[in-house]
């Protein structure tokens, strides 16, 4: 199994920066992808970024230039720095790990983006 803590997750004004914290119980070097994904009030969850154990990466339109994920193999962490929030971006902010054919979820970290 794979435990997932995340972190970070606060209230920002719009244009400011967040970055959150996914820290894995186990070693990330063996998960296939790593993912962030988000649920705002009354919306499907959504993915937001995505890792792979080879680095490459993966970002929904609307968070391209802004969003970067990134691992930390070391430290079994990905990271999801978030710049230029919008109030739009106000969400529950889960992490995800693709292991041995099955997802895991983390409990999910609130960002909330005043205007």
């Known amino acids: 199994q794979v435990q997932l803590v995340e972190s970070g997750g606060g209230l920002v004004q719009a244009g400011g920066s967040l970055r959150l914290s996914c820290a894995a119980s186990?070693?990330?070097?063996?998960?296939?992808?790593m993912g962030w994904y988000r649920q705002a009030p009354g919306k499907q969850r959504e993915l937001v970024a995505a890792i792979t154990s080879a680095g490459s990466t993966n970002y929904a339109d609307s968070m391209k230039g802004r969003f970067t994920i990134s691992r930390d193999n070391a430290k079994n962490t990905v990271y999801l720095q978030m710049n230029s929030l919008k109030p739009e971006d106000t969400a529950v902010y889960y992490c995800?790990?693709?292991?041995?054919?099955?997802?895991?979820w983390g409990k999910g970290t609130l960002v909330t983006v005043s205007s």
């Open positions: 186990r070693s990330i070097f063996s998960i296939t992808a």
């Open positions: 995800a790990a693709d292991w041995l054919g099955r997802r895991y």
